[in-house]
């Protein structure tokens, strides 16, 4: 909670000058995005090393997530790719101030080194199929992708289904209704 305490007055400041978060949803601050990333932690394989998150912007869900796992997962690696280079700067500020495990990529998801992770998150980055892409990039082949999605996402799998395989489960989002979180494995090429 302390961490969290951290993250957000950080946020408050910085939100401002580089908008991290939409102004309107910054009062919801906890909910919107705190207890939404949350979630998205409890959905990850037990005893994962290697998480990255992909777009992550002011830190959702992969900030949040690497706030829970330095008390929850303390031997675990997390890795954040945002190429705003301002983004990642807050991204790194954050990560300095509350001493956590993680390290910020400031480049391009489709750029850099396949980063071989055992889970991998997203969050409002891309259409699935594109982030099942990603996914083939960055993901070690027994790995788990866990996207959040809104309403739309049966239409989204369906879509992707036509240019990948994978099995995938869909869990309803806790902070908004209809909305769920796709934990999905086995990606590969149609
Ligand atoms: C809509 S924001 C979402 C941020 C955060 N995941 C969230 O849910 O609040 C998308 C973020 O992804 C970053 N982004 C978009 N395309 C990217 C790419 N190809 N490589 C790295 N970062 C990217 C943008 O700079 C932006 O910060």
Not at 149 to 163: C, D, I, L, M
Request: glycine share 8%; with cysteine; net charge neutral.
């Amino acid at each position: 909670m302390d961490r969290l305490e951290t993250y957000a007055a950080l946020l408050e400041k910085w939100n401002p000058r580089i908008n991290l978060v939409s102004r309107n949803t910054l009062a919801d601050l906890w909910t919107r995005h705190f207890v939404d990333s949350a979630q998205v932690y409890t959905l990850a394989p037990q005893g994962f090393s290697h998480w990255v998150d992909l777009g992550s912007g002011g830190g959702f869900p992969g900030l949040v997530c690497a706030i829970i796992g330095a008390e929850k997962a303390p031997d675990a690696k997390f890795t954040l790719v945002e190429s705003d280079t301002r983004k990642s700067v807050f991204l790194r500020t954050v990560i300095r101030e509350t001493g956590l495990h993680a390290q910020v990529i400031a480049d391009r998801i489709e750029k850099i080194a396949p980063l071989n992770a055992d889970v991998l998150s997203a969050r409002a980055l891309a259409d699935l199929n594109i982030l099942l892409g990603f996914a083939q990039r960055h993901l070690q082949e027994s790995g788990i992708a866990l996207f959040p999605k809104g309403v739309n996402w049966e239409k989204e799998v369906q879509t992707a289904r036509q240019s990948w395989f994978f099995h995938d489960e869909a869990i309803k989002s806790e902070t908004e209704s209809g909305a769920v979180i796709l934990r999905i494995g086995g990606i590969s090429r149609v």
